[in-house]
T-cell receptor, first 115, second 112 residues
Framework: GEEVAQTPKHLVRGEGQKAKLYCAPIKGHSYVFWYQQVLKNEFKFLISFQNENVFDETGMPKERFSAKCLPNSPCSLEIQATKLEDSAVYFC?????????????FGPGTRLTVL | SQQGEEDPQALSIQEGENATMNCSYKTSINNLQWYRQNSGRGLVHLILIRSNEREKHSGRLRVTLDTSKKSSSLLITASRAADTASYFCATVPNSGYSTLTFGKGTMLLVSP
C-alpha cells in the first residue's frame, strides 16, 4: 500500500498477558523499523529489518520482546508477559533503504495499555 | 547518550508569528530530520538535511544545520493554528544504519 498500516489501533492487556502488534510497510520498502514512544515524548528505537532479516536490534529489550518480518505477511512485534512499563505507543516505519538516511514513513501507531 | 535535545520544551505563539525550535546532538551524523506529531497521531516527516548541507527550505519551513556546533534549528514562518503540534528532531548516525535517534520534542501551541 501507499501508507504504513498498523494494527490494532489500541490494545489493552493485563499484566503478564501477551501482546502482538502488526505492521504492513509501504509496498516496495525493504526496511522496517519499530519505535516505542512513552508518555508522548521520547521515541526509543527497538529493532529494524531488511526484508525478513534483522538489520539492527540494538534497542530491543533482551527479554520478553521479539519481532519478525516474514515474506508475504505483516511484520509483528510481540511482547510476552507484559509489564506496566510496556504501556506506550508503538510506531512502525518503513523506508526504501536502511543506510544513507532516506526518509522513514511512519504508521499511525498502536497504543498498548497494560493494566 | 541523549541525541537530539530540543529546546524549548514548549512554545506558545500567536498566529502569524514565527516559531523557532532548536535541536542539539552529540555524535557525528549522516543527516538530521524534523518530524511533526499531532496529538494522538503518527509522525509526519517535514524535512531532511544532510550533514554537508547548511540550510534547507520547504514552504514555510526553514531548517539550518551547524555541524561544528552539532545543532539545528527549525523555523516556521507565519504560523497558523494548524501548526499546533509537537516537533521532533531525529538524527541518523554515520554508522551506516538508518536508525533514528529522537529528541524529546518541542510542543508548539499557535493561538488564533
Amino acid at each position: 500500500g501507499e501508507e504504513v498500516a498498523q494494527t490494532p489501533k489500541h490494545l489493552v492487556r493485563g499484566e503478564g498477558q501477551k501482546a502482538k502488534l502488526y505492521c504492513a510497510p509501504i509496498k516496495g520498502h525493504s526496511y522496517v523499523f519499530w519505535y516505542q514512544q512513552v508518555l508522548k515524548n521520547e521515541f526509543k528505537f527497538l529493532i529494524s529489518f531488511q526484508n525478513e532479516n534483522v538489520f539492527d536490534e540494538t534497542g530491543m529489550p533482551k527479554e520478553r520482546f521479539s519481532a519478525k518480518c516474514l515474506p508475504n505477511s505483516p511484520c509483528s512485534l510481540e511482547i510476552q508477559a507484559t509489564k506496566l512499563e510496556d504501556s506506550a505507543v508503538y510506531f512502525c516505519a518503513s523506508s526504501q533503504s536502511g543506510t544513507g538516511g532516506d526518509e522513514q514513513f511512519f504508521g499511525p501507531g498502536t497504543r498498548l495499555t497494560v493494566l | 547518550s541523549q541525541q537530539g535535545e530540543e529546546d524549548p520544551q514548549a512554545l506558545s505563539i500567536q498566529e502569524g508569528e514565527n516559531a523557532t525550535m532548536n535541536c542539539s546532538y552529540k555524535t557525528s551524523i549522516n543527516n538530521l530530520q524534523w518530524y511533526r506529531q499531532n496529538s494522538g497521531r503518527g509522525l509526519v516527516h517535514l524535512i531532511l538535511i544532510r550533514s554537508n548541507e547548511r540550510e534547507k527550505h520547504s514552504g514555510r519551513l526553514r531548517v539550518t544545520l551547524d555541524t561544528s556546533k552539532k545543532s539545528s534549528s527549525l523555523l516556521i514562518t507565519a504560523s497558523r493554528a494548524a501548526d499546533t503540534a509537537s516537533y521532533f528532531c531525529a538524527t541518523v548516525p554515520n554508522s551506516g544504519y538508518s536508525t533514528l535517534t529522537f529528541g524529546k520534542g518541542t510542543m508548539l501551541l499557535v493561538s488564533p
